[in-house]
């Protein structure tokens, strides 16, 4: 066996054993409260000097894979190179061997970008050349100007140490001088290797030096002022202890590098103060960059493993997605039950030390208070979540984060914030389990419920009680706010908790009942199908969706529909009938709202019916402007239409045809109609509306005819068609098609519907509302109008107002303005919270797309 080679595999362990023992000796009569009072006294300041010249540091070594990309002459973005360069440091510095890590980072992300393994290792090889060239460099001159003697490790005299600068630089120099001097390829293992222009070689140079001055620059500004090292004295210490944490291949040259600045600093600057300054140290220039890195490059193979992922999340959610609301609700008690015995149990002495050195008292006092209203909040939220309530699934979300951040704030409870945190990941891939809009606070507790949360309480409180049966009670326990004062913070925390409940308790005691509000049946489906046919209004159309509440008259002559949000009762347009019988059922069902202590609303309705609502006593608010194109006339050789004509004969020439496919023969398309509806869904990254608009399901897509459109005879995307009998206003729901569908197809699809509903003798074709279109923006404006033009002419980040506005107008519509009629004052702004949770399917959909 070669000798060498046995040395070589020994040397790491005996370096490594011997800074344990060396760190072993300098500490072993010190505790650990010792180093963090170290690390408590390092000012703010120094800290975040520190931390801004380890983002200068990273950003710079992100320089080694520019140039050496350059030099294997091969270009991507620079956001590429410097997350690669950036994952692979800090992988190399943290994990060790250094050229075996940062070159699997290097080849995972590279060769996924497009470059060849051979030039993935050049890179990695160019790379480890410049460090190295950087520590001779750097070292060298440390060496040669100012070395130093490290007391107890007798590594090399100064003497030697100068020598060896001396030898460390000329070999820097040398590598310059060889790139300058020959530029043959070299063969190494029978492959020819080109060396770096001059030019390039000084670059490594510079930017390696720099990268080594940088790092020692961190550790210096930490460093006590009474250390009484001068920079390029601390350099040589610097450049002495990365030499040999390098040779050792320790990951991060952890314990060899700490042996030799303690056994140098330790003379003049108190042991455990070193400790804190290398424990601070390696948590700023290692540890944060190094977690930053493991973040990108799981997001990155995220990313990558986009469809994988989303198949396994699909399969979860197919297989355990029943069972969800029962494991949330559970969960649900069950960190709520942990926060609530937490808050009335003493902290862990160790840990409220590092509190007092991190955070103010007024912080730790509040997040216990805080943490405790959590606890109870997500114990009443349990019967919402098995109960599938949306509202409940979002708060839950937010108080389980919101939790888990208070747990490690009030005690440093690092155990019960990851229960947090993993319940509310576990949680995140299952929203669509939460899908009934009932209000959060009309849900009923049954008596088991109420015993559990009454128990839950009760049980924290006698713990409490229980864990402090010692101290003895007085007044001024309640407003004794200190450090130790874990039994007043207790007392106060359950007072809040029992405050909670008590007022939740009133509350729901003192609120009027919620109806209970079920879809229409198909009975009165069917009573409500011949007046949508008779109705001049196409958007009748909506009461057939099912989502909404059918409200007739005695005769069933006419009906309303509508749909509740908490106290906003919403009636989706005018009334369906004449205008006397439409009068008479906007009293009625403002008289059924009033009877449950709600607001009446009537979205989206017509200029001709705005003295009804005024008599109803709401106000009126402007919604936007509704388009209809004029049938009677509509022709495409006219001049005023030469674009659509153009654009409809071209869509022709690409192959595209128009069907309009009658009611009884939907049935056999509905398969493909739900497929290209999915993928419409995907590719728009959306969600399904409602109430002001359809949703896809078999039920509602069979209730009319379906305008389709195919390429070389092949679908490619459809709409439902709204067609009353009266053929008085034609119009369409659903509108999609397939990704990829060629541009000014939708175009063509209402041209074409436009050119049918001419021949079938409709009178108007309904293109919809373009919201906030025609609004004034004079000063002497309301303000209602003045935002709503302020929102059209600036809000396209959001929605495409303009541009829904200008696809429109090429079709010559007729402009007539829609309004939502409802209370005013200090009840709007949840009346449109109310709206738009109605329209979203959910209080998630208002946040969401």
């Known amino acids: 066996m070669n000798p060498r080679r046995v040395l070589t595999a020994l040397l790491p362990g005996v370096l490594l054993v011997t800074a344990v023992w060396v760190l072993h000796r300098e500490v072993a009569a010190f505790h650990w409260s010792d180093v963090a009072a170290g690390i408590g006294s390092l000012p703010g300041s120094r800290l975040a000097l520190a931390v801004f010249v380890t983002a200068v540091n990273y950003a710079l070594l992100t320089l080694y894979d520019v140039l050496a990309l350059g030099y294997v002459e091969q270009r991507l973005p620079y956001a590429r190179v410097g997350m690669a360069s950036f994952i692979a440091y800090a992988f190399g510095n943290n994990v060790g061997v250094a050229m075996l890590s940062s070159a699997s980072v290097r080849y995972r992300l590279y060769s996924a970008w497009g470059l060849s393994a051979r030039d993935i290792t050049r890179v990695a090889v160019f790379c480890g050349l410049t460090l190295w060239l950087g520590l001779l460099a750097t070292g060298g001159l440390a060496f040669a100007v100012t070395p130093v003697e490290v007391r107890g490790l007798s590594l090399l005299p100064v003497g030697a140490l100068r020598v060896l600068g001396l030898f460390l630089l000329l070999l820097a120099v040398g590598y310059v001088g060889v790139c300058a001097r020959w530029r043959q390829p070299l ?72 042996s030799i600045i303690l056994a140098a600093l330790s003379p003049r600057i108190p042991t455990p103060t070193v400790l804190g300054v290398l424990v601070a140290y390696r948590a700023i220039y290692y540890l944060a960059p190094f977690v930053m890195a493991s973040l990108l490059l799981g997001g990155n193979e995220l990313a990558h493993r986009r469809e994988q992922v989303t198949r396994l999340l699909k399969g979860a959610r197919s297989s355990f997605g029943t069972v969800v609301p029962l494991v949330a609700a559970t969960g649900a008690v069950l960190a709520g039950t942990i926060l609530l015995f937490s808050g009335a149990t003493p902290t862990e002495q160790d840990r409220l030390l590092v509190l007092k050195r991190l955070l103010p008292l007024s912080l730790v006092e509040l997040s216990h208070l805080l943490g405790s209203l959590v606890g109870v909040s997500l114990l009443l939220l349990g019967r919402g979540l098995q109960r599938r309530l949306d509202a409940a699934y979002v708060l839950a979300m937010g108080l389980l984060v919101s939790g888990g951040v208070l747990s490690l704030v009030k005690g440093i409870d690092y ?192 200029p001709s019916s705005l003295p009804r609502y005024l008599d109803l006593g709401l106000a009126l608010l402007k919604l936007g402007e509704e388009a209809t194109v004029p049938l009677g006339d509509f022709r495409l050789d006219v001049p005023e239409r030469r674009g659509l004509r153009h654009a409809h004969r071209k869509m022709e020439k690409e192959g595209l045809s128009f069907e309009v496919v009658p009611r009884e023969a939907v049935l056999e398309l509905l398969p493909r109609l ?176």
């Open 674 to 849: 739900r497929n290209i509806s999915d993928m419409w869904l995907g590719e728009k990254h959306t969600r399904e509306k409602g109430f002001s608009l359809g949703y896809f399901s078999e039920r509602y897509m069979k209730e009319g005819p379906v305008a389709v459109v195919r390429q070389q005879g092949e679908l490619l995307g459809f709409a439902n068609l709204w067609a009353p009998g009266t053929k008085v206003e034609l119009s369409v729901d659903l509108m999609r098609y397939l990704p990829g569908a060629p541009r000014g197809a939708m175009e063509y699809l209402f041209t074409s519907l436009m050119l049918w509903g001419h021949e079938q003798g409709y009178q108007r074709f309904n293109l919809g509302m373009a919201p906030f279109s025609g609004f004034e923006s004079h000063s002497l404006a309301p303000l209602w109008h003045r935002m709503g033009s302020f929102v059209f002419g600036h809000g396209e980040h959001f929605y495409n107002f303009q541009g829904l506005r200008q696809f429109k107008e090429k079709f010559h519509p007729v402009w007539t303005p829609r309004y939502l009629a409802a209370p005013g004052g200090l009840a709007l702004p949840r009346v449109l919270a109310g709206i738009a949770a109605l329209v979203s399917r959910g209080i998630t959909g208002v946040v969401t797309r």
């Open 187 to 258: 063969t190494v293992r029978g492959m020819p290797v080109s060396l770096p222009s001059p030019r390039m070689a000084l670059a490594q140079l510079a930017v390696s030096g720099a990268d080594w001055l940088l790092a020692a620059l961190v550790l210096f500004l930490l460093l006590p002022p009474e250390a009484g090292v001068s920079l390029p004295v601390f350099i040589a210490l610097f450049m002495l202890g990365q030499v040999a944490g390098l040779v050792s291949q320790v990951p991060g040259g952890l314990g060899v590098f700490e």
């Open 415 to 606: 155990e019960e914030a990851t229960l947090l945190f993993a319940l509310a990941l576990a949680l995140g891939p299952f929203r669509e389990q939460f899908y009934r809009r009932t209000s959060l606070f009309a849900e009923r507790f049954s008596p088991p419920w109420l015993m559990a949360i009454a128990a839950v309480v009760g049980a924290s409180v006698w713990l409490g009680f229980f864990s402090y049966r010692h101290v003895d009670y007085s007044g001024d326990l309640w407003w004794r706010f200190t450090f130790e004062g874990d039994a007043p913070r207790f007392l106060r925390a359950s007072v809040g908790v029992v405050g909670v409940v008590l007022v939740y308790g009133v509350a729901r005691l003192l609120a009027p009942s919620s109806p209970r509000l079920p879809p229409p049946s198909e009975a009165q489906l069917a009573r409500a199908r011949p007046l949508v046919a008779r109705s001049p209004e196409s958007t009748s159309h909506l009461a057939l969706v099912g989502d909404k509440t059918l409200l007739f008259n005695e005769k069933d002559t006419a009906f309303l529909m509508y749909g509740v949000s908490g106290r906003t009762w919403v009636a989706m347009g005018d009334p369906v009938g004449t205008q006397e019988e439409g009068t008479e059922l906007a009293w009625r069902f403002r008289e059924l709202v009033d009877a449950h202590h709600g607001w009446t609303c009537f979205y989206q309705v017509g």
